[in-house]
């Protein structure tokens, strides 16, 4: 599993939705999983409770009650517990009761409380710059109950006024925004030459100073983004600027030296739609139109095509867990059709048809 086009490690975990996080786990129990996934489910179970600074949200005897729940939703004979839980097998994670559970002790102990390594920042009267200059994440909770996970080597200053009459503020470097809603205080952040606007959504600002690129990735909710040539306070009185609406698992790049921007899709688009089904969804001679549309719903992503040349294409298969293009390209095989990523971040499907 990636997001935005990064491969998986222990960090990112912070970042998953808890379907995510389960259809990870389910993954891992059908023996799909990459090696680096493979170890972070591992380095997962192993840590619960171990980091410093989780000690007084998850005590001995809760890690060994967890550990216990765990075990014999798996295995209701102890001779064998001793032997599972230093290793964690693929055996140890696959009946979905487990996961269930798994899910619903998370939402108990919110998942980002199982994280770690991190640091974690309080803010308090008076101050307005976090600078994150560990080498690992610096988690940040916002007066408003916004919440921002700061990279390395990143640096994020809030207006003055902040959460009060408005609510933004600068990005040096990389950060993940969840945003709590307000309508009356919309969400902002000045990342050098690209402002980002949000009611309330989760989304990704890359913007190092030395990078030639500025990247804006949406996970959930919408987002407008902007175009400045005003590094310093964003957009300028009377400054033109075209505003660009992103949608999950589509971003922006904007390319400093060209001063162009680019509406993309990520890289590795996520399932979004909560408590999805795909991977375990099977179709019998099902027109190809109702698979697109199922694609459409579970990614967010528009999929265009000519139903009048597609109506007599039907196809029998099953979704498994590869990507959404990778499913694509399948499909288009089957049919005898090709697609392409069109400018504004949808996929068009092109057909001569399909015989009957």
């Known amino acids: 599993m990636d ?15 808890p379907h995510e996080f389960q259809n990870l786990l389910e993954k891992f129990s059908r023996g799909t999983c990459t090696p680096e996934e493979e170890q972070l489910i591992i380095n997962w179970y192993n840590n619960i409770g171990q980091s410093p600074s989780e000690k007084e949200i998850l005590r001995e005897d809760e890690r060994g009650e967890l550990q216990e ?5 798996i295995n209701p004979n102890p001779s064998h517990k001793r032997k599972w839980l230093p290793y964690l097998t693929r055996a140890a994670i696959i009946t979905i009761p487990l996961l269930a559970g798994a899910v619903f002790y998370f939402t108990r102990h919110t998942l980002d409380e199982f994280v770690f390594p991190r640091q974690e920042a309080f803010i308090n009267p008076g101050e307005s710059d976090f600078a994150n200059e560990g080498k ?12 921002v996970v ?29 945003v709590k809603p307000d309508a009356q205080k919309p969400f902002v952040v000045y990342s050098n030459e690209v402002v980002t606007r949000v009611l309330g959504t989760s989304f990704n600002v890359r913007a190092y100073e030395n990078d030639g690129e500025i990247t804006v990735a949406v996970k959930t909710g919408k987002v407008s ?19 660009i609406i992103l949608t999950p698992n589509q971003q922006i790049v904007y390319y400093r030296e060209r001063e162009k921007v680019s509406k993309q899709l990520v890289k590795k688009p996520e399932v979004i739609l909560p408590n999805s089904n795909l991977f375990r969804m099977q179709f019998e001679n099902e027109p190809v139109s109702t698979i697109f549309q ?33 499913r694509i390209e399948v499909i288009c095989k089957a049919i005898g059709a090709s697609y392409e990523i069109d400018d504004d971040a949808a996929i068009t499907i092109k057909s001569n048809g399909c015989l009957n």
């Open 69 to 73: 729940k765990l075990w014999s939703a």
């Open 3 to 17: 997001y935005l086009g990064k491969p998986v490690t222990f960090v990112s975990i912070y970042y998953m939705l």
């Open 225 to 243: 983004v902007y175009a400045s040539k005003n590094k310093a306070t964003g957009l300028g009185a009377g400054e033109e600027h075209r505003e």
């Open 294 to 326: 199922v694609l459409e719903e579970n990614y967010g992503i528009e999929i265009r095509y000519d139903r009048d040349l597609i109506r007599n294409c039907r196809l029998t298969t099953s979704m498994s867990d590869e990507g959404l293009y990778e």
């Open 150 to 178: 700061l990279q390395p080597s990143s640096e994020i200053i809030l207006a003055k006024d902040y959460g009060k009459t408005s609510r933004e503020l600068k990005l040096k470097g990389e950060a993940f925004f969840q």
């Open 136 to 147: 690992t994440i610096l988690r940040i909770p916002l007066p408003d109950g916004s919440q």
